[in-house]
């Protein structure tokens, strides 16, 4: 398995204060992708990156911004956190692109009181 | 819209017994369907991909079937262990000539529970 870390594991912070989520993998893949999971919906993706400085929007990318200065690393920032961003992060990547199954990491639980 | 359709929602079976669970999907163009296994806590884990030429594909005690002419396809597991208590997600790939990374639909997934 690609050896994808995501940090924090849990966070809890207050509307209104920005966060960044970090994903880090090993594989040297080249997409790594953002989603979030939510009850009653399935993975939706935020943003996703075909190489480094290379990202695009994906289904709900409004409130969020990426990064990705480096092969290995794809950041996912809340500048100003809501209620409603509240939910569990997953990253995921993969070598080639989307025709290959994705490797995801362990997520990330998110609580914004 | 493109939509992928699961069920049942949650599904109950007894340790040994086997069971099938369902995926209808919409996207069109089709490129391949995947089945993954998401453990409590943890994230999702690939089982099998079928492209639109594969009918059924297999990996230990799972079997996935696809049906393209009426776009469903199906997760069948034999002889359940406690093990398999998960979430299973069934996604499908849309086709198109773009080298974007998009065009993934998730299913809401099905929730199996196992009891000894």
């Known amino acids: 398995d690609a050896g994808i870390t995501q940090s924090p594991r849990h966070k809890v912070t207050e509307t209104g204060t920005p966060v960044t989520l970090r994903c880090h993998q090993t594989?040297?893949?080249?997409?790594m992708y953002w989603y979030r999971q939510d009850p009653g919906h399935g993975l939706r993706l935020i943003h996703y990156?075909?190489?480094?400085?290379?990202?695009d929007k994906g289904e709900v990318s409004d409130g969020y911004s990426v990064s990705r200065s480096k092969t290995e690393d794809f950041l996912l920032t809340l500048e100003s956190a809501t209620s409603s961003q509240t939910s569990v992060y997953f990253c995921?990547?993969?070598?080639?692109?989307?025709?290959?199954?994705?490797?995801f990491g362990d997520g990330t639980r998110l609580s914004i009181l | 819209k493109n939509q992928v359709e699961q069920s049942p929602q949650s599904l109950i079976i007894l340790e040994g017994k086997n069971c099938t669970l369902q995926?209808?999907?919409?996207?069109?163009?089709?490129?391949?369907l995947r089945w993954y296994k998401q453990d409590t806590g943890r994230g999702p884990v690939s089982l099998t991909i079928?492209?639109?030429?594969?009918n059924t594909k297999s990996n230990g005690r799972y079997t996935a079937t696809l049906d393209a002419d009426t776009k469903q396809s199906s997760l069948h597991i034999t002889a359940s262990q406690l093990s398999d208590s998960a979430s299973y997600i069934c996604?499908?790939?849309?086709?198109?000539?773009?080298?974007?990374?998009?065009?993934?639909?998730f299913g809401k997934g099905t929730h199996l529970i196992i009891q000894p």
């Open positions: 995921a990547s993969t070598r080639d692109g989307r025709d290959q199954p994705q490797h």
């Open positions: 079928m492209t639109f030429s594969e």
């Open positions: 995926c209808n999907y919409t996207v069109s163009p089709f490129s391949n």
């Open positions: 594989e040297n893949h080249r997409y």
């Open positions: 996604v499908v790939s849309e086709m198109y000539s773009g080298g974007g990374a998009d065009g993934l639909t």
């Open positions: 990156s075909y190489g480094v400085k290379d990202t």
